[in-house]
T-cell receptor
Framework: ETGVTQSPTHLIKTRGQQVTLRCSSQ?????VSWYQQALGQGPQFIFQ???????GRGNFPPRFSGLQFPNYSSELNVNALELDDSALYLC?????????????FGPGTRLTVL | SQQGEEDPQALSIQEGENATMNCSYK?????LQWYRQNSGRGLVHLIL?????REKHSGRLRVTLDTSKKSSSLLITASRAADTASYFC????????????FGQGTELSVKP
């Protein structure tokens, strides 16, 4: 158990809808990173938030956006859902921009877009 | 884009045998990490090795890093059925906002 929690566990949406995924970081961690993992692939970095500011972004379109709150929890928002957005979404928390590099992952949210 | 290439993509062994997985990467790194994932669930951090380290041990795990060849290996000794999972290497370049770049993973099956 890493102490990182995500909600919901599973979600089904239809194409064109919007979705919000939530992540609570491990106690004491001020950095949250989000990853998308398609079936049979390794996770791909979406973005990272450090002290409520976006701190780095992967190759994802602007319809993927995020927030980090003062308690360091975070949201991932995806607008105008596409079928290819179906994936496991993982958040990971770390201390000080992953000072030692270690990121602690939550159990993920499985998103299905129909 | 995936930085790491893992080899083999799938590995099936008997309980008690050793399992070796390899990872190659393309760019300079600050550290390399290995993670385990059970059946599409969250990733569990196994071990981190820094670019100035060559070998690291943790319990039944042994990781090596060869920065000249841009490769790493993960050895699991005396494997158990509970080790059945997917294993991923991930690299941290240290200058990309905490971005970890994952390989596609090795699916390990340990038969009792």
């Amino acid at each position: 158990e890493t102490g990182v929690t995500q909600s919901p566990t599973h979600l089904i949406k239809t194409r064109g809808q919007q979705v919000t995924l939530r992540c609570s970081s491990q106690s004491g961690h001020n950095t949250v990173s989000w990853y998308q993992q398609a079936l049979g692939q390794g996770p791909q970095f979406i973005f990272q938030y450090y002290r409520e500011e976006e701190n780095g972004r992967g190759n994802f379109p602007p319809r993927f956006s995020g927030l980090q709150f003062p308690n360091y929890s975070s949201e991932l928002n995806v607008n105008a859902l596409e079928l290819d957005d179906s994936a496991l979404y993982l958040c990971a928390s770390s201390l000080g921009q992953g000072r030692d590099g270690t990121q602690y992952f939550g159990p993920g949210t499985r998103l299905t877009v129909l | 884009s995936q930085q790491g290439e893992e080899d083999p993509q799938a590995l099936s062994i008997q309980e008690g045998e050793n399992a070796t997985m390899n990872c190659s990467y393309k760019t300079s790194i600050n550290n390399l990490q290995w993670y385990r994932q059970n059946s599409g669930r969250g990733l569990v951090h196994l071990i981190l090795i820094r670019s100035n380290e060559r070998e690291k041990h943790s319990g039944r795990l042994r990781v090596t890093l060869d920065t000249s060849k841009k490769s790493s290996s993960l050895l699991i000794t005396a494997s158990r059925a509970a080790d059945t999972a997917s294993y991923f290497c991930a690299t941290d370049a240290g200058n990309q906002g905490g971005k970890l770049i994952f390989g596609q993973g090795t699916e390990l099956s340990v038969k009792p």
